[in-house]
């Protein structure tokens, strides 16, 4: 039996090969696929980030780094309402930036949480941070300047998929076939997409379903643990003990509708998705700073729960 961690987090290559399995089988309903995706993986994995931040063993934190916390995020919710309606395009370049590094950076996290052995651990992450950079200049090279057209996928996917069989044949024989070693496949292929889809949309969501599961996996192990180590958690009422999927249901299907309106087309309402997207950057930043684990505050309150 595949224990629930490999299946959601060391290794969930379940959740793209759905997505591309009803994209080319039902590629009338692509529009639906990509709202029920963002819906049910996407957008509750960005509202995991608040009661995961807004925890009552945070406050303390919180307050004492009101720059980090208050004052930086504030900025952040400027700068991408500036950037969306003065300088949308560069703004959407940089937005894809920061989701790309932001991935990247939890798969070196996911694998430095797991993989023990410093030499082996060190060739995983090297690996993870090479690909995503080839797979981020693959996609700015495709949907930002064209200059790599549909009549070369053939080529660029003969040419990446040699590269992958010959980088995982070379670590699979130097470290053996593990579950460690899937953690490292599932953080090089997450942006694998950009490579063959023609909707950059999909190459945003497909493999970042990935990332999506893992994310959700850990915030609610976290929770589940703290929540169980209050002295008080039997007697709380329905909203408390359901807190953190109850905030991510009402945040997901907010985000969600204002998601589609980006279609929309009145102006007004397509540009309604500015608020889904800075919530996203804070999201980005946000778990920059809980997922730091120089930081004693984060070892001591999420760390342990991880690792126990």
Same mark, same amino acid.
């Given at each position: 039996m595949i224990k629930k961690e490999v299946f959601f987090v060391k290794f969930p290559i379940i959740f793209p090969i759905l997505y591309l399995s009803i994209l080319y089988l039902f590629p009338g309903f692509e529009t639906q696929l990509i709202f029920i995706t963002i819906l049910l993986l996407a957008e509750t994995h960005f509202g995991a980030t608040w009661p995961f931040f807004l925890d009552k063993v945070n406050f303390p934190h919180i307050i004492k780094n009101k720059f980090s916390f208050i004052f930086v995020p504030i900025t952040i919710i400027i700068l991408c309402l500036v950037g969306f309606f003065l300088m949308k395009s560069l703004f959407l370049l940089i937005?894809?930036?920061? *989701?790309?590094?932001?991935?990247?950076?939890?798969?070196?996290?996911? =694998? *430095? @949480?797991? =993989?023990?052995? @410093?030499?082996q651990k060190k060739f995983y992450i090297n690996t993870i941070y090479a690909f995503n950079l080839i797979f981020f200049l693959i996609a700015f090279l495709r949907f930002y300047i064209p200059i790599i057209t549909n009549e070369d996928l053939i080529f660029l996917n003969i040419t990446m998929m040699v590269l992958l069989f010959l980088t995982f044949g070379y670590l699979a024989y130097k470290f053996k076939i593990s579950e460690n070693f899937l953690t490292m496949v599932t953080g090089v292929l997450i942006f694998y997409p950009v490579c063959f889809v023609t909707n950059p949309v999909h190459a945003i969501i497909m493999g970042v379903t990935m990332h999506y599961s893992q994310y959700l996996f850990l915030t609610n192990k976290v929770l589940i643990k703290r929540k169980n180590q209050s002295e008080n958690h039997i007697s709380q009422n329905f909203f408390l003990k359901y807190k953190f999927l109850t905030?991510?249901?009402?945040?997901?299907?907010?985000?969600s509708?204002?998601?589609?309106?980006?279609?929309?087309?009145?102006?007004?309402?397509? *540009?309604l998705i500015v608020i889904p997207i800075t919530g996203q950057m804070l999201h980005f930043y946000l778990d920059s700073q809980l997922w730091k684990f120089s930081e004693e505050h984060n070892r001591e309150n999420i760390l342990k729960y991880l690792v126990n």
């Amino acid at each position: 039996m595949i224990k629930k961690e490999v299946f959601f987090v060391k290794f969930p290559i379940i959740f793209p090969i759905l997505y591309l399995s009803i994209l080319y089988l039902f590629p009338g309903f692509e529009t639906q696929l990509i709202f029920i995706t963002i819906l049910l993986l996407a957008e509750t994995h960005f509202g995991a980030t608040w009661p995961f931040f807004l925890d009552k063993v945070n406050f303390p934190h919180i307050i004492k780094n009101k720059f980090s916390f208050i004052f930086v995020p504030i900025t952040i919710i400027i700068l991408c309402l500036v950037g969306f309606f003065l300088m949308k395009s560069l703004f959407l370049l940089i937005f894809f930036g920061a *989701n790309v590094y932001h991935v990247t950076r939890q798969s070196f996290g996911i =694998t *430095n @949480l797991y =993989t023990k052995d @410093l030499i082996q651990k060190k060739f995983y992450i090297n690996t993870i941070y090479a690909f995503n950079l080839i797979f981020f200049l693959i996609a700015f090279l495709r949907f930002y300047i064209p200059i790599i057209t549909n009549e070369d996928l053939i080529f660029l996917n003969i040419t990446m998929m040699v590269l992958l069989f010959l980088t995982f044949g070379y670590l699979a024989y130097k470290f053996k076939i593990s579950e460690n070693f899937l953690t490292m496949v599932t953080g090089v292929l997450i942006f694998y997409p950009v490579c063959f889809v023609t909707n950059p949309v999909h190459a945003i969501i497909m493999g970042v379903t990935m990332h999506y599961s893992q994310y959700l996996f850990l915030t609610n192990k976290v929770l589940i643990k703290r929540k169980n180590q209050s002295e008080n958690h039997i007697s709380q009422n329905f909203f408390l003990k359901y807190k953190f999927l109850t905030v991510i249901i009402i945040y997901s299907f907010i985000m969600s509708v204002l998601s589609i309106f980006g279609k929309n087309d009145s102006v007004i309402l397509s *540009n309604l998705i500015v608020i889904p997207i800075t919530g996203q950057m804070l999201h980005f930043y946000l778990d920059s700073q809980l997922w730091k684990f120089s930081e004693e505050h984060n070892r001591e309150n999420i760390l342990k729960y991880l690792v126990n």
